[in-house]
């Protein structure tokens, strides 16, 4: 079983960047496509992007296409969001999640806070 620890948030101001981290145990963690989401206060969570098992495909939601990259390193079972221009829409609590097959996410994280400042 795959567990997920988020990392990286933080508070900064709009425009800049972060980048989070989600460091994963477990031996399998190659086989899993994984995603990350996010849930602002009052809203119900939302998709943010998703990278497949082996990083050749990925797929971002409209708000955040062009400015987020998700990317993983298999080696150090470790998927990654790197966010630039944030806005202060951007504000949430950040989830990364293990999916085995397509938009099949059964593991969560715990989740990290972004807050984006104007």
């Known amino acids: 079983q795959v567990r997920l620890v988020e990392s990286g948030g933080g508070l900064v101001q709009a425009g800049n960047s972060l980048r989070l981290s989600c460091a994963a145990s477990g031996r399998t963690f190659w086989s899993y496509d994984m995603g990350w989401f996010r849930q602002a206060p009052g809203k119900e969570r939302e998709f943010v992007a998703r990278i497949n098992w082996n990083g050749g495909n990925t797929d971002y939601a409209d708000s955040v296409e062009g400015r987020f990259t998700i990317s993983r390193d298999n080696a150090k079972n470790t998927v990654y969001l790197q966010m630039n221009t944030l806005k202060p829409e951007d504000t949430a609590v950040y989830y990364c999640?293990?999916?085995?097959?397509?938009?099949?996410?059964?593991?969560w994280g715990q989740g990290t806070q972004v807050t984006v400042s104007s």
């Open positions: 999640a293990a999916s085995l097959g397509p938009n099949n996410y059964k593991i």
